[in-house]
Each structure stands twice: as C-alpha cells, then as structure tokens.
C-alpha cells in the first residue's frame, strides 16, 4: 500500500481557490488515488478518483503528474460549509486505509 | 444519504455488557467493512468481508466480533470492552472492482464504554 503524506492542517478564505497536496511515492501501478472528505462525527465521503492526469468532477479537480508521485486536490471556490477532514489514499481494494489527512479550514 | 444504514448512532455500554451494532446496505456492493475513528487519530481498519467471507482481520482483539450474514448486513458484536474501546464506528460497502474501488461510509456509531 502506498503510504500518503499530507499537510495536517490549512486555513482558506471564502470564494477562494483551495489546493491540497499529497505524495505518494511508493505508489503501485495498479494503484489510483482518491480523496475523501469528513465532516466532524459522520463517515468520510467520496469526492474524486484518478490514476493519471487530470481528472474534474462538478466537486473538484484532481491532478497527477506523470511519474504519480503526488497528487492535487483542488477545491474552486470554497465555501465555510467545505470546511472538513481531507483524505488521500493511494491504493484500493480491500486495504482503502486512511491517513490523518488534512484539517482545512474555511473563514469567512 | 448514502445508502450504508448504521444503528445505533449512539451506544453506551459498561465494560460487562454485550451489544450489537448493526450495517445494512442496499447499494448491491459485495464488500463490506468495519472501522474504528477514536478522537484526533485516523480511521483504523477493522475487518473486511468479500462475498460474505472474511478477508481482512487487522489484530483486532477479539472482544471484537464480526458476523456478515449476507452480502447486505455486517454486524459488530461487543463483550467486555474496555474505556479505551469508546469510539466512532463506521461502516462502509464497497463493488469489488480490484483497485477501482470508491468506498460508501456510513453515519457511524458512537460508542462509549464506561
């Protein structure tokens, strides 16, 4: 399993443009990246998933480079309601283990 | 709504109780998961149940017991837990689809074990 390392925490403004980097740098071929999101006392909910590129939903847009060492999760926008636990997997299956993510938080 | 259905959303149990928490999907996935958030750490992986078989069991003590009757229900029974054990437990379901695999969490359980 890829193991991700994440920025523990950051701030943004609303209405601003959010990007949340992760390496993953032991990543398997086979594995994709995904991104969850969780919101204090519920389960994490899926936001996004790719393997190589650039991957948009009506969310959020996900980047990979080519060697997929890392990923961005971007986040257009944001608003006070988006302020959550982000998490990063690489890998899929059976073993979706979760990381501590990133604490983002949204001011008005 | 997700389509993954936890009960009790809240539990509190003493240390020599048994109780039950109870999954219910009906998204017609084939896997089913539980895990463990306790405060300020990350979501531990608990068990895993493909087709109704268990393939995954992350040490977990055995006052932790699964049971998956069916690919559409997943049980956790409780026996003898201690204060330590107090947590948020998710459940979630997932299509078996190799490493393509977007995961549906439940609302979760919150124990407290006193």
């Known amino acids: 399993l890829a193991k991700t390392t994440q920025p523990i925490s950051m701030d943004s403004y609303e209405g601003q443009e959010v990007n949340i980097t992760c390496s993953h740098n032991?990543?398997?071929?086979?594995?994709?990246i995904t991104w969850y999101q969780q919101f204090p006392s519920q389960g994490p909910r899926f936001i996004i998933q790719g393997y190589k590129t650039k991957v948009t939903n009506e969310v959020a847009s996900l980047f990979i480079p080519a060697d997929r060492k890392s990923s961005t999760l971007s986040l257009p926008r944001v608003s006070l309601s988006d302020t959550a636990v982000y998490y990063c997997l690489g890998g899929g299956g059976f073993k979706t283990i979760f990381g501590a993510g990133t604490r983002l938080f949204v001011k008005a | 709504e997700t389509g993954v259905t936890q009960t009790p959303r809240h539990l509190v149990m003493g240390m020599t109780n048994k109780k039950s928490l109870k999954c219910e999907q009906h998204l017609g996935h084939n896997a089913m998961y539980w895990y463990k958030q306790s405060a300020k750490k990350p979501l531990e992986l608990m068990f895993v149940?493909?087709?109704?078989?268990?393939?995954e069991n992350n040490s977990v003590p055995s006052r932790f017991s699964p049971e998956c009757p069916n690919s559409s229900h997943l049980f956790l029974h409780l026996h003898t837990l201690q204060p330590e054990d107090s947590a948020l437990y998710l459940c979630?379901?997932?299509?078996?689809?190799?490493?393509?695999?977007?995961?549906?969490f439940g609302q979760g359980t919150r124990l407290t074990v006193v």
């Open positions: 032991n990543i398997a071929t086979n594995d994709y």
């Open positions: 979630a379901s997932s299509q078996d689809r190799g490493h393509l695999t977007e995961a549906f």
């Open positions: 149940y493909s087709l109704e078989e268990r393939v």
